[in-house]
């Protein structure tokens, strides 16, 4: 088995469509890390997916997937991760038990007294056909499937959209769990930005196919805050501290991205720390430079 | 090993109803012509070669129903698309000619199936004719079953090149035109080569003879070849 300091190292990756262009995007997934990939929808993240997944080809750049190349090495790099997807990608007419039967095959390390563990815990009954399952239960079959054989590299494509709070939380806390060894990683596709301001301990943020951010999650919140004044005093601001600027009737709120810096220049002004979700959305409008 | 016994478990669960339909089918015909044969009513039946003629060419019917539906997909295909398997299948530890091979398997098994009827029946019409249609019947079973295996790798490749659900429509639509279009094919190449004026009994003692039994079998064996190359090759082919 590689040693591998990366679970997933993408470099200068290039993917174009007639209408969007995954544009020379470069970030990696430390090993035991979870990262959040966080992004407006149709900014990017699932096809940064495909492409690592090599469901589609790329354009060019290089993706390396637990210290292997993932065209060369596909079919070792897929025994080892795990994929869920937004929706069940199984049939309606099999059951939790046919699932065991299909994946036990493929997968060398496929544990069966670990599936029949989680069906237990997520109480999913295995004999009830999938279609007869509610869209949370489906997400957590696909989810004990994913964490049945050992997978080192957790891949999640918006897994937890469309789910309820409490589901949600019961599957984030079993994420948790299962990175405690250090030894596995996730990477967690979201739009959900207080799931993975939750759990994840790096993001990287993605707009319009171009990564804005990517690092520890800590100091991408520790760095950027939001200002708040009178409209008036936006033009003391200096333009090269600001993300982008939010106007409403009374005032202005001013995304900067170095907290430190900011509030020893702006002395009068208060700053609030800004969450992921704000992060997000100050970044979507940087060329707008100001909205409201 | 163990991988495709799980992966011919999915493709024949997923399309046991179809087979068991098929089965049935083939079943009934068989059950029906060995009636018409054994019944009192039937006495009067003679068994010489010209009397029996019309039976033969019946028999051949379930020959030829066994190979093409046989080998069909039972709607895995669109059924993998519509669920999203066909594009899940890219993250799983499967190679493309794995999972053509696997599906190879699954056919041949369905065709094992019919197979196992037809030739029930091939005994079954000697012991009430006194005739043999073994080798007829088996060779025309393998042609069309040859026959559907490029049907179903033509259609199988074009439903997988759309992988998306908007596409269904375009999908079967398409995978529908090409099967006919082969159809049509077919039916012009089989009118060419049976003209009116060709003597039937002629003909059926070419396809009851050994010679014909090789050409089918070397049909067989080069579709499969075909088969999986293609199989293998849509499932290798990643989305644009």
Redesign the interface.
Request: neutral net charge; aromatic residues 10%; charged residues 25%.
């Given at each position: 088995m590689t040693e591998y300091e990366n679970a997933i190292e993408i470099k200068g990756v290039t993917k174009r469509y007639d209408d969007f262009t995954l544009d020379n995007i470069s970030f990696d997934v430390p090993k035991g890390c979870i990262m959040g990939f966080i992004g407006q929808n149709g900014a990017g993240k699932t096809t940064t997916i495909?492409s690592l997944?090599?469901?589609?080809?790329i354009n060019s750049g290089e993706i390396r997937l637990l210290g292997l190349d993932h065209i060369k090495d596909e079919?070792?790099i897929?025994?080892r991760?795990a994929?869920v997807?937004d929706?069940?990608?199984?049939?309606?007419?099999?059951n939790a038990r046919?699932m065991a039967?299909?994946?036990?095959?493929?997968?060398p390390e496929w544990d069966n007294s670990i599936y029949t563990q989680y069906l237990e815990r997520f109480q999913l009954p295995a004999k009830k056909k999938i279609g007869q399952f509610s869209k949370g239960m489906k997400m957590k079959l696909q989810i004990a499937c994913a964490l049945s054989h050992n997978a080192e590299l957790l891949?999640m494509d918006e897994a937890t959209t469309g789910l309820d709070p409490v589901v949600r939380d019961e599957i984030l806390h079993i994420f948790q769990e299962y990175l405690q060894n250090g030894e596995r990683s996730v990477l967690m596709s979201s739009h959900i930005t207080s799931d993975l301001e939750k759990i994840a301990d790096m993001v990287t943020f993605i707009d319009r196919g171009k990564i804005l951010l990517s690092g520890c999650k800590d100091d991408i919140l520790e760095k950027h805050g939001i200002l708040k004044c009178d409209k008036e005093k936006i033009a003391e601001i200096d333009a090269a501290d600001i993300v982008s600027i939010r106007t409403n009737n009374f005032g202005a709120e001013v995304m900067v991205h170095d907290c430190e810096n900011a509030s020893c220049k702006y002395r009068d002004c208060v700053i609030d720390p800004a969450s992921l979700d704000d992060i997000m959305l100050y970044y979507v409008y940087r060329d707008k430079k100001e909205w409201s | 090993m163990?991988?495709?016994?799980?992966?011919v478990?999915?493709e024949l669960?997923?399309s046991r109803k179809y087979y068991v339909l098929i089965g049935m089918m083939l079943l009934f015909l068989a059950v029906s012509l060995m009636l018409v044969l054994i019944l009192p009513s039937a006495e009067s039946i003679s068994t010489d070669e010209e009397a029996v003629l019309p039976l033969d060419l019946v028999s051949i019917g379930i020959g030829i129903i066994g190979g093409f539906m046989g080998v069909r997909d039972g709607g895995n295909y669109s059924?993998d698309v519509k669920?999203?398997?066909a594009?899940?299948v890219?993250?799983?530890?499967?190679?493309g000619k794995q999972m053509a091979c696997a599906t190879l398997m699954q056919r041949l098994i369905s065709l094992s199936g019919a197979a196992v009827i037809i030739i029930a029946y091939a005994i079954a019409f000697r012991a009430a004719t006194g005739l043999s249609v073994f080798i007829q019947l088996i060779s025309v079973f393998l042609i069309c079953a040859g026959a559907g295996l490029i049907l179903d790798a033509v259609y199988g490749a074009v439903v997988r090149m759309f992988r998306d659900k908007r596409q269904q429509k375009k999908m079967i639509v398409a995978g529908n035109a090409a099967v006919i279009a082969i159809f049509i094919l077919i039916e012009k190449v089989v009118s060419l080569v049976f003209k009116p004026s060709v003597d039937v009994t002629k003909v059926l003692k070419f396809v009851n003879s050994p010679v014909f039994a090789v050409i089918a079998i070397v049909f067989f064996a080069a579709s499969a070849l075909l088969y999986f190359v293609a199989i293998s090759k849509s499932y290798e082919r990643?989305?644009?």
């Amino acid at each position: 088995m590689t040693e591998y300091e990366n679970a997933i190292e993408i470099k200068g990756v290039t993917k174009r469509y007639d209408d969007f262009t995954l544009d020379n995007i470069s970030f990696d997934v430390p090993k035991g890390c979870i990262m959040g990939f966080i992004g407006q929808n149709g900014a990017g993240k699932t096809t940064t997916i495909r492409s690592l997944l090599h469901i589609t080809d790329i354009n060019s750049g290089e993706i390396r997937l637990l210290g292997l190349d993932h065209i060369k090495d596909e079919t070792a790099i897929k025994k080892r991760i795990a994929v869920v997807f937004d929706e069940l990608p199984f049939h309606d007419m099999f059951n939790a038990r046919d699932m065991a039967r299909i994946f036990e095959g493929m997968y060398p390390e496929w544990d069966n007294s670990i599936y029949t563990q989680y069906l237990e815990r997520f109480q999913l009954p295995a004999k009830k056909k999938i279609g007869q399952f509610s869209k949370g239960m489906k997400m957590k079959l696909q989810i004990a499937c994913a964490l049945s054989h050992n997978a080192e590299l957790l891949v999640m494509d918006e897994a937890t959209t469309g789910l309820d709070p409490v589901v949600r939380d019961e599957i984030l806390h079993i994420f948790q769990e299962y990175l405690q060894n250090g030894e596995r990683s996730v990477l967690m596709s979201s739009h959900i930005t207080s799931d993975l301001e939750k759990i994840a301990d790096m993001v990287t943020f993605i707009d319009r196919g171009k990564i804005l951010l990517s690092g520890c999650k800590d100091d991408i919140l520790e760095k950027h805050g939001i200002l708040k004044c009178d409209k008036e005093k936006i033009a003391e601001i200096d333009a090269a501290d600001i993300v982008s600027i939010r106007t409403n009737n009374f005032g202005a709120e001013v995304m900067v991205h170095d907290c430190e810096n900011a509030s020893c220049k702006y002395r009068d002004c208060v700053i609030d720390p800004a969450s992921l979700d704000d992060i997000m959305l100050y970044y979507v409008y940087r060329d707008k430079k100001e909205w409201s | 090993m163990k991988l495709y016994k799980s992966l011919v478990y999915r493709e024949l669960k997923l399309s046991r109803k179809y087979y068991v339909l098929i089965g049935m089918m083939l079943l009934f015909l068989a059950v029906s012509l060995m009636l018409v044969l054994i019944l009192p009513s039937a006495e009067s039946i003679s068994t010489d070669e010209e009397a029996v003629l019309p039976l033969d060419l019946v028999s051949i019917g379930i020959g030829i129903i066994g190979g093409f539906m046989g080998v069909r997909d039972g709607g895995n295909y669109s059924m993998d698309v519509k669920t999203g398997w066909a594009r899940t299948v890219y993250a799983l530890p499967v190679t493309g000619k794995q999972m053509a091979c696997a599906t190879l398997m699954q056919r041949l098994i369905s065709l094992s199936g019919a197979a196992v009827i037809i030739i029930a029946y091939a005994i079954a019409f000697r012991a009430a004719t006194g005739l043999s249609v073994f080798i007829q019947l088996i060779s025309v079973f393998l042609i069309c079953a040859g026959a559907g295996l490029i049907l179903d790798a033509v259609y199988g490749a074009v439903v997988r090149m759309f992988r998306d659900k908007r596409q269904q429509k375009k999908m079967i639509v398409a995978g529908n035109a090409a099967v006919i279009a082969i159809f049509i094919l077919i039916e012009k190449v089989v009118s060419l080569v049976f003209k009116p004026s060709v003597d039937v009994t002629k003909v059926l003692k070419f396809v009851n003879s050994p010679v014909f039994a090789v050409i089918a079998i070397v049909f067989f064996a080069a579709s499969a070849l075909l088969y999986f190359v293609a199989i293998s090759k849509s499932y290798e082919r990643r989305e644009p």
